[in-house]
């Protein structure tokens, strides 16, 4: 025999007060879904964020009436990062009192283990602002660089990843890969490039290799926040054309490298192909939070970080023209250019298949150390 589950009584006050919260919290969530995307995203902002710092999951039951919490990704992903970039920008230019200099940069050199005896100014009041600091120069005996090996490491950092690039897929990290057309953007189509006369038919990691028994290699550093912000040529080699892509601002922590597909590729970055003796050759210098200011010093039209951009537009500039047909020659070790903070720095080139990376994933790497060599 059944049994009814009626309430009656007092019973029938006290369920009618459990059930009140959920009535209410349903005709909230239902007056939710009826907004517009961003306002819905802007209201449900501070649930999510609450939903994931709460401890003992205090806002699961939530859960329970129809409310769902923002993935992690897409609550990092909403994040205004770009205007957060831009206002960091502004506080670092902002003259600091002598007094108050050598506190700040002390305190930023203990969180992030910044050598400044290898400064070419060591002395803390010489700064103005932090984003005099932050690109300081370095002593010239510092840094010396490698000459036996054919490719140097154009930058301090972390080496991620690096190899073979392999079914025009790269990996930003360990198992997670993006695609090589993505993050470079279509071919382009100049005569002057050599690798624009590939046949059409075949893949993109094709069509950039140049040279029969030539293979496509990567290589990626992180640079730290207390890392050397400048970056320099690491090869003999000639840039022949910039190609900018406004994007986000998201962090290239590897930690976040990790759980963000295709990070790079979404990321603002500035693309400089060209050629050495082996072939393809390009540097890409990755923007990232609080770097919105991306330098190359011989490339006065380029501009970072604007605030407005259609997304996944691009900006193409030529550096062949009628009174300079070889390009921009860079040698090895030459200043190329310099972030505001720390990023990226991705390396695709051509090599052949006796090419050899002296590296280890992970490990520490300064400027003018080898990268890889024949």
């Given at each position: 025999?059944?049994?009814?589950?009626?309430?009656?009584?007092?019973?029938?006050?006290?369920?009618?007060?459990?059930?009140?919260?959920?009535?209410?919290?349903?005709?909230?969530?239902?007056?939710?879904?009826?907004?517009?995307?961003?306002?819905?995203?802007?209201r449900?902002?501070?649930?999510?964020?609450?939903?994931?710092?709460?401890?003992?999951?205090?806002?699961?039951?939530l859960t329970r009436v129809g409310w769902r919490p923002m993935s992690r990704v897409a609550l990092y992903k909403s994040v205004p990062t770009?205007?957060?970039?831009?206002?960091?920008?502004?506080?670092?230019?902002?003259?600091?009192p002598t007094w108050l200099r050598k506190p700040v940069y002390s305190l930023y050199i203990w969180t992030f283990g910044v050598n400044m005896k290898e400064a070419a100014v060591e002395d803390l009041h010489?700064?103005?602002?932090?984003?005099?600091?932050?690109?300081?120069?370095?002593?010239?005996q510092a840094r010396p660089v490698c000459c036996l090996h054919s490719v140097i490491s154009p930058s301090d950092g972390k080496i991620l990843n690096f190899g073979q690039v392999k079914n025009c897929e790269v990996e930003q990290v360990k198992g997670v890969t993006y695609s090589l057309e993505s993050f470079l953007g279509p071919r382009i189509c100049t005569e002057e490039l050599h690798f624009s006369q590939a046949p059409p038919g075949n893949s993109f990691q094709q069509q950039l290799v140049t040279k029969e028994g030539n293979e496509l290699y990567h290589c990626v550093i992180y640079l730290a926040p207390g890392d050397y912000h400048c970056f320099h040529s690491p090869t003999d080699?000639?840039?022949?054309?910039r190609r900018h892509f406004p994007g986000s601002l998201m962090s290239v922590n590897p930690g976040v490298a990790r759980w963000i597909k295709e990070l790079f590729c979404h990321n603002e970055r500035v693309v400089l192909t060209g050629d050495w003796k082996h072939g393809?050759?390009?540097?890409?210098?990755?923007?990232?939070?609080?770097?919105?200011?991306?330098?190359?010093?011989?490339?006065?039209d380029l501009h970072t970080n604007s605030p407005r951009y259609s997304k996944g537009s691009?900006?193409?500039?030529?550096?062949?023209?009628?009174?300079?047909?070889?390009?921009?020659?860079?040698r090895k070790g030459e200043h190329l250019g310099e972030f505001n903070l720390g990023s990226t720095i991705?390396?695709?080139f051509e090599a052949p298949k006796d090419f050899k990376f002296h590296l280890k994933a992970g490990q520490k790497i300064r400027f003018g150390e080898a990268l890889g060599s024949l």
């Open positions: 025999m059944c049994q009814s589950n009626t309430l009656q009584g007092p019973d029938l006050h006290t369920g009618k007060w459990l059930q009140f919260p959920q009535l209410a919290l349903r005709r909230r969530l239902g007056q939710l879904s009826c907004m517009s995307r961003p306002a819905l995203k802007l449900s902002w501070p649930l999510t964020i609450l939903y994931y710092l709460l401890p003992f999951g205090a806002l699961k039951p770009r205007l957060l970039s831009r206002a960091w920008g502004r506080l670092n230019q902002v003259e600091l010489h700064y103005r602002n932090l984003s005099e600091f932050f690109r300081r120069k370095l002593k010239p080699w000639r840039v022949s054309h393809f050759f390009s540097l890409t210098a990755v923007g990232a939070t609080n770097v919105g200011s991306i330098r190359i010093y011989f490339d006065r691009y900006n193409d500039f030529s550096f062949i023209t009628n009174n300079n047909k070889e390009g921009i020659p860079m991705v390396l695709i």
